[in-house]
């Protein structure tokens, strides 16, 4: 049974935007933190941004001024607003949560660049 769920992937022209979403079961949307990551095709999975269950937010340098990090608690939802998408934003995102000791990862969503 799926416990992370992402969606909005797909493909979209270099400056454009996309938002990603990511449903969570009520347990693990309780959980300390959820993350969004990203892999890239031959590259290793890289940390994008983070949310603690308070609300509070973290990014990765390389997110920071493009990409915004939220919740929705009424939908047990986080999301990845991706502003002046580039063409290494590339990637299979990935949606994680974490806290008391478990890890949970979602099946990710292809998001690609291209004009």
């Known amino acids: 049974q799926a416990q992370l769920v992402e969606s909005g992937g797909g493909l979209v022209q270099p400056g454009g935007s996309l938002r990603l979403s990511c449903a969570a079961s009520?347990?693990?949307?309780?959980?300390?933190?959820m993350y969004w990551f990203r892999q890239a095709p031959g590259k290793e999975r890289e940390f994008i941004a983070l949310?603690?269950?308070?609300?509070?937010?973290s990014y990765a340098e390389s997110a920071q001024d493009r990409f915004t990090i939220s919740r929705d608690n009424g939908k047990n939802t986080i999301y990845l607003q991706m502003n002046k998408l580039k063409p290494g934003d590339t990637a299979v995102y990935y949606c994680?949560?974490?806290?008391?000791?478990?890890?949970?990862w979602g099946q990710g969503t292809q998001v690609t660049v291209s004009s």
């Open positions: 949310i603690s269950s308070d609300g509070e937010d």
């Open positions: 009520t347990s693990i949307f309780r959980l300390d933190y």
């Open positions: 994680r949560a974490t806290g008391g000791g478990v890890d949970y």
